[in-house]
């Protein structure tokens, strides 16, 4: 997957919760710094408590990755915190960013207090779709989830994105059934499908291009 | 004067308040010079000239529901 | 010829269960119990009617009715009220209350309870004292009452000022009627009885909250015989809890 | 078919497919994807979701609707079960069915929002007042979560018991696949001749904790700890892995479990023997299972994310019959597979005693 072809510089990630936004982020960015120098990960996610990309802080400044966080000790607190630094990032023309925004429309809503530094920037928002998580099986239930998060987040939603996975389960089929899904999605609404993602060590090939992820967010055994 | 109406008080039930004695509009209520079970002067009917109407109110004061209030009433002709 | 019937015009409601109650002499926690029973066998809901009793002197009124009961946790009524009633919306849920119970350490549930609208009917007893801890203070005790925990009497500087639990709850929105009564004389108790019918009409059309509030005697802890103490509610109560329906949104929810 | 759920997400639908159609509850992270999940889910199914404004409230409104016979639960995090105690204790006196679920993050106090297993004794040993238990599960794995999900509905209506399934913060965040049992009918629920229906067809029917008279009490107690009896001679669980001429066992549950499983691998590459004993029921305690296996070892190590509470039932069922030895992180830091190694290989060598 060559991100520049999207010819924009700020990366944007929306989509349900626990649809695979942070390792999708994760992922970008270390792409990204293969072929450009000044990388930032900015962490909005204001919802979950645990498994966000500030975790990887340390790992992913030695790939060269800045990471733009709420700072310190603050980063494992219970609040909703948006620094300055982060809107900063957002609109520095400097910089490739990926943004990894927090889950569901209560995720997404935050966008909104930053929309004058996204707005002033050329961006793409790339909606995360796992067909195999709940609320999000049909393409009722994710058109639905598509209008309301656009409209928490003011954002219009340039790509979606199919990450139907179950972990370390998942196969082939898991995923093409995904991708069946997701084109009708993409056909009722009219938003081009930018990649189906695919977990490093499956073989696959299907109707979109195929982004070969890494796991980097991983639990302790 | 005929009687029209009168009232029943539970004795063992009653613990004397007075609240009866208060509410009532005749005066026929009062305490016994006796004392029930439970060592209270109980609240009795003394209605020698039948002044009892069944106004009630004894029975709507009373905080132990030892009261019955019973009214005399005409057995209405049948058709 | 004349023939004269002997006719019963007033006894013990049947949702009353007979046991002798276990309040003091002059106590008008009985008169209030058998004012919700006579409504209840009035309104013929008595098969689907679920009592939540408070912790307080009357924290045996779940024994005093012919009716499912229990107890709740002190000042949680509202809140034991409102999981049976969202557990079974078709049945009758009411709590009985007093005003330690409601006024102070469950504040938060009956305000919540009042404020969610919860299709639930309470029976608050103000007597503006703890009567089954002893005589302490109540949050509704007035300025000046002497009670044991407030030996010099009550001031506003040491222990602020009675709470008008009526007033308040009438702000809230979900609240669709909330009457102030007393049962101090025999017209008083019949209003009294009105007041609680229509609480618990209220609730049967689902129209919101609704609670009655009894300004009651405690002849016991007030140091004052039963006659004495209802002049006193009277004269003292009635000036900071004065009488009347502060909220009544039945007709526009209707 | 399978689907990737979170942890608190999973326990949640699990309930719903257990009968559950009544849900209170007060948000409070790391488990407020369960208050969330069930907040859209339980419409769709005829339920009722109700944000209490309060842990206080939340157990009590429980209280209520468990009067009716219903199904019912709650899952919060530790500061929220703290909160809960009272009404947990009015439950138990006045054996009322329902299931907590205790998603544990690093205390005292208001700690952090980290995994921490230290609410161990809160759960087991009470933390309301009075005589009473509480049947506690103790799940490692989302999967075994959404198991147990169905047998602590059932376990709680059959003992008329409060059961909680004990979690932490890890095992409510994680996601992993899972594959979900059938939905039950919660009008298939057996009736109970005891609930608060409305005593239109029975004799009004009294559900409380109280009685005023000790003789009276006492018996009610009688009555709570036969029941108990029953729990402990019918109901304990737990898993043995590896336990077979181990070198060394150690004992440890939940999440701390899951991590131990590793360890296990990473011990047999170096030739250690490490077996795990995972009580699954941490109330009722397989005391009995773990003197058994004490026989076959010099050490049973006992593994936390908390300061030696599991351990001193630990030492009640090893019985002096072997060292126990203990290795715990806590504040809502998680050993990892390789510290727990480390700690094995101390205790082997005599550096770590019990």
Redesign the interface.
């Known amino acids: 997957m060559n991100f520049l072809n999207f010819k924009t510089r700020l990366f944007v990630y929306i989509g349900m919760?626990?649809s695979g936004k942070t390792e999708l982020a994760i992922n970008t960015a270390i792409d990204l710094r293969k072929q450009v120098s000044r990388v930032a990960l900015v962490d909005i996610d204001v919802i979950?408590?645990?498994?966000r990309s500030r975790d990887e802080r340390k790992f992913l400044k030695t790939k060269g990755i800045e990471v733009i966080a709420p700072p310190g000790v603050l980063s494992?607190a219970?609040l909703p915190i948006i620094t300055a630094q982060m809107s900063g990032y957002i609109s520095n023309p400097d910089y490739f960013t990926v943004a990894d925004v927090g889950g569901n429309e209560d995720g997404a809503t935050v966008l909104g207090s930053i929309k004058p530094f996204l707005d002033s920037t050329s961006k793409s928002v790339f909606f995360v779709i796992?067909t195999?998580?709940?609320?999000s099986?049909t393409l009722e239930e994710i058109v639905k989830n598509i209008q309301k998060i656009s409209k928490s987040g003011k954002i219009k939603i340039n790509y979606l994105v199919c990450n139907t996975?179950?972990?370390?389960?998942t196969n082939g089929d898991n995923i093409r059934k995904g991708e069946e899904i997701v084109r009708k999605v993409s056909e009722y609404l009219e938003i081009p499908v930018a990649f189906t993602v695919v977990k490093d060590g499956i073989e696959y090939s299907g109707k979109f291009p195929v982004f070969k992820l890494k796991r980097y967010l991983s639990?302790?055994? | 004067m005929t009687k029209k109406a009168y009232i029943e008080i539970d004795s063992e039930r009653c613990k004397g308040c007075g609240l009866c004695i208060n509410a009532c509009p005749q005066h026929v209520i009062r305490f016994s010079e006796k004392f029930n079970n439970k060592g209270y002067h109980y609240a009795e009917l003394h209605d020698p000239e039948n002044k009892c109407i069944g106004c009630a109110f004894c029975y709507n004061m009373c905080p132990d529901v030892c009261i019955v209030v019973h009214r005399l009433v005409k057995e209405e002709s049948k058709v | 010829m004349d023939s004269t019937i002997d006719k019963i015009i007033a006894k013990m409601p049947k949702s009353l269960s007979g046991k002798e109650f276990t309040y003091c002499p002059g106590c008008h926690h009985g008169i209030v119990h058998r004012l919700i029973a006579e409504v209840i066998d009035e309104l013929g809901i008595a098969g689907k009617t679920l009592m939540v009793a408070p912790v307080g002197c009357s924290v045996f009124a779940y024994e005093f009715f012919d009716l499912d009961g229990t107890v709740a946790p002190h000042g949680r009524a509202p809140a034991v009220a409102t999981g049976m009633k969202r557990a079974m919306p078709d049945r009758i849920v009411f709590t009985y209350q007093g005003d330690g119970d409601l006024a102070s350490i469950g504040t938060a549930e009956i305000v919540h309870a009042a404020n969610r609208g919860e299709n639930i009917t309470t029976i608050f007893i103000n007597n503006a004292v703890y009567g089954m801890t002893g005589g302490q203070m109540a949050p509704t005790t007035l300025l000046g009452q002497k009670t044991t925990t407030t030996p010099y009497g009550r001031s506003a500087k040491a222990n602020g000022y009675p709470i008008r639990m009526s007033e308040m709850l009438a702000t809230l929105e979900g609240s669709a009627y909330v009457e102030r009564v007393m049962v101090t004389t025999p017209q008083n108790v019949i209003k009294a009885k009105r007041a609680i019918k229509k609480a618990f009409e209220v609730q049967i059309k689902n129209l919101g909250f609704s609670m009655v509030e009894v300004l009651s005697t405690c002849p016991t802890n007030w140091g004052l015989t039963p006659i004495e103490a209802m002049k006193w509610l009277e004269e003292k109560m009635t000036k900071q809890y004065p009488l009347g329906i502060y909220v009544d949104r039945t007709k526009e929810a209707e | 078919m399978k689907m990737l759920f979170k942890g608190s997400e999973a326990i949640a639908e699990a309930a719903i497919r257990a009968g559950c159609r009544l849900y209170f509850g007060y948000p409070i992270t790391p488990q407020s994807e369960l208050t969330e999940y069930m907040s859209r889910r339980l419409p769709e199914v005829d339920g009722t979701f109700l944000q209490a404004e309060s842990e206080v409230a939340t157990v009590n409104m429980m209280y209520g609707a468990s009067c009716t016979g219903k199904r019912v639960m709650t899952s919060t995090s530790s500061p929220g079960f703290s909160l809960m105690m009272e009404g947990v204790s009015y439950m138990a006196g006045a054996e009322l069915p329902a299931v907590f679920v205790n998603v544990v993050r690093g205390g005292p106090g208001l700690g952090d929002i980290q995994p921490a297993q230290s609410d161990y004794f809160q759960a087991t040993k009470g933390g309301g007042h009075g005589d009473y238990r509480m049947i506690v599960l103790a799940p490692h794995t989302i999967q075994e979560s959404v198991d147990l999900m169905n047998l602590a509905f059932d376990l709680a209506d059959k003992y008329r018991m409060l059961v909680t399934i004990l979690a932490d913060g890890m095992l409510g965040q994680m996601m992993e696949p899972v594959e979900f049992p059938e939905m039950r009918d919660p009008n298939g629920v057996p009736k109970k001749d005891w609930a608060l229906t409305g005593a239109s067809d029975h004799e009004p029917r009294k559900v409380t904790s109280f009685n005023i008279d000790p003789y009276g009490l006492e018996e009610m107690n009688l009555r709570y700890q036969a029941t108990y009896k029953k729990v402990v001679e019918n109901e304990i669980r737990y898993e043995e892995v590896n336990t077979k001429d181990a070198d060394i066992i150690i004992a440890a549950y939940g999440t701390m479990a899951r991590i131990v499983k590793t360890t296990i691998h990473l011990a047999e590459k170096e030739g250690i023997k490490v077996g795990l004993f995972r009580p699954i029921t941490l109330w009722p305690f397989p005391y009995k299972q773990i003197n058994k296996l004490a026989d076959t070892v010099e050490n049973v190590l006992t593994v936390e994310m908390s300061y030696g509470q599991m351990l001193e039932d630990v030492k009640l069922g090893v019985n002096g019959k072997a060292k126990t030895p203990f290795y715990g992180r806590s504040g809502g830091v998680v050993p990892t597979p390789t510290e727990v190694l480390e700690a094995v290989k101390k205790v082997m060598v005599g550096d770590l005693n019990g």
């Not at chain 1, 996975?165 to 389960?169: M, T």
Request: glycine fraction near 10%.
């Open positions: 919760f626990g979950s408590p645990y498994f494992h219970d796992n195999l998580r709940p609320f099986t996975n179950i972990g370390s389960e639990n302790l055994w």
